[in-house]
């Protein structure tokens, strides 16, 4: 009866151990869909963005062009001035679209983008690369005994 009964809690625990690994699977599973999904959320919100620049590019670039044009029909000189210090506006602020307004808000949406590492991971780089520093210490340790080694042997 003994038996019985610690083989039937080994079966139970085992059991239970097999829930958790699959509930932990499932909360890694569902953790993963929830940052592709805001990666890709993220990431047409950028593509709006960048559309609606480009719309707003093309336009100062046409009203440019107009200006141009407006700059060659006209004979005044003082005239000929005011629409080039306008062109040359255009021209920075077409330069400026999606520039400067915008660099915090990428940053912010960039952010939203990087996966940062679970403690597990960080556990395991952290020893992948202790254990690569021992390494490549004892072996240069290694080559420097045997360079003593051959210097002692020919003194």
């Known amino acids: 009866m003994a038996k ?3 083989v039937t809690k080994v079966k139970v625990t085992k059991e239970e151990k097999n829930e958790e690994k699959k509930q932990k699977s499932e909360a890694k599973l569902a953790a993963k869909e929830e940052a592709k999904l805001a990666k890709q959320q993220a990431l047409e919100e950028l593509k709006k ?3 609606a620049n480009k719309k707003k590019k093309e336009e100062l670039a ?3 062009k107009e200006l141009k044009q407006e700059v060659k029909s006209t004979k005044e000189k003082s005239k000929k001035k005011e629409l080039k210090k306008q062109i040359k506006d255009k021209t920075e602020e077409r330069k400026d679209i999606g520039a ?3 660099y915090f808000r990428d940053v912010r949406k960039e952010m939203k983008l990087v996966r940062f590492p679970n403690a597990q ?3 395991k780089y952290s020893l992948a690369a202790l254990i690569f520093v021992l390494f490549f ?3 240069f340790f290694g080559i420097d005994v ?3 080694l051959v210097k002692g042997l020919f003194n």
Do not use: H, Q, W
């Open 4 to 6: 019985k009964d610690t």
């Open 49 to 51: 963005e960048k559309e």
């Open 62 to 64: 046409k009203e440019i």
């Open 100 to 102: 400067r307004d915008n």
């Open 121 to 123: 991971e960080v556990t």
């Open 137 to 139: 210490a004892a072996f």
């Open 146 to 148: 045997l360079f003593a």
